[in-house]
């Protein structure tokens, strides 16, 4: 059974690059990016414990040659059952409210990947879509006991993805298994590229006409349609 999760966003503010998002082949998912996760049936404890998830197979990066502080905002804007669990960059809260500011700070030491450790966990059997919008916050030290930081507040927003994702019925036509970065190529009706490997903000921010729209999956194309904007 497939699942599947985007990130998709736009800041018009300047967004601090201390931390990045990058896939689990190290490839960057930009600001304003979209992520596709797809869900599948997971054994916790073969023959014993099983669940449907959607993981986040997603790591933040430190990009500086120095210790970085880090949070994240997650805000859920669509989930259709079930729950997310979402344990970045320290805890695993039992529930996660609508809009969810991690109210601790995570310490990562110079070029550092730490994994999103999160997932979308669906009814199973109830098919259908979630999405998600995470932003990384980068913190700073705002009080130090005995040389280890004991207080942070918060410096500058990092980058912000949108995390699509899709519990779909394995018997339907238009089950999708395709996980991993998602990017978007566009054609207008002469044949002219005008969104090469993009970004959903991007493909929103075409002017208006007829279009052909491209989706590309971890270097897969998994669907093509026309579209009107």
Same mark, same amino acid.
């Given at each position: 059974m497939a699942f599947m999760a985007c990130f998709a966003g736009a800041g018009a503010q300047t967004v601090d690059n201390t931390f990045r998002f990058v896939d689990k082949n190290g490839n960057e998912i930009p600001d304003g990016g979209t992520y596709t996760a797809v869900a599948e049936k997971v054994d916790l404890i073969p023959g014993i414990l099983s669940r449907v998830e959607a993981k986040f197979d997603i790591f933040v990066e430190n990009t500086t040659s120095d210790v970085a502080y880090v949070g994240a905002r997650v805000v859920t804007e669509?989930? *259709?059952?079930?729950?997310?669990?979402?344990?970045?960059?320290?805890?695993?809260?039992?529930?996660v409210?609508? &809009? $969810?500011?991690?109210? !601790? /700070?995570?310490?990562?030491?110079?070029?550092? %990947? +730490?994994?999103?450790?999160?997932?979308?966990?669906?009814?199973?059997?109830? $098919?259908?879509?979630? %999405?998600?919008?995470?932003?990384?916050? /980068?913190? !700073?030290? #705002?009080?130090?006991?005995?040389?280890?930081? *004991? +207080? $942070?507040?918060f410096k500058a927003n990092g980058p912000k993805i949108t995390i699509n994702c899709i519990y779909a019925d394995p018997t339907g036509i238009d089950d999708v298994n395709a996980t991993g970065l998602t990017t978007y190529n566009v054609y207008d009706m002469s044949g002219l590229k005008v969104v090469d490997?993009?970004?959903?903000?991007? =493909?929103?921010?075409? &002017? #208006?006409?007829?279009?052909?729209?491209?989706?590309?999956?971890?270097? +897969? %194309? =998994?669907?093509? +349609?026309k579209v009107v904007r």
């Open positions: 669509e989930m *259709s059952s079930g729950a997310l669990q979402f344990c970045f960059p320290v805890q695993c809260p039992p529930t409210p609508a &809009d $969810y500011t991690t109210p !601790e /700070t995570g310490t990562m030491t110079a070029g550092e %990947r +730490k994994s999103l450790q999160s997932e979308w966990m669906p009814t199973e059997g109830v $098919y259908g879509s979630a %999405r998600f919008t995470v932003q990384l916050r /980068t913190m !700073e030290v #705002k009080e130090w006991n005995d040389g280890i930081p *004991s +207080k $942070y507040s490997n993009g970004t959903e903000a991007e =493909v929103q921010a075409l &002017d #208006k006409g007829l279009y052909i729209h491209e989706t590309v999956i971890d270097g +897969k %194309r =998994v669907a093509v +349609k």
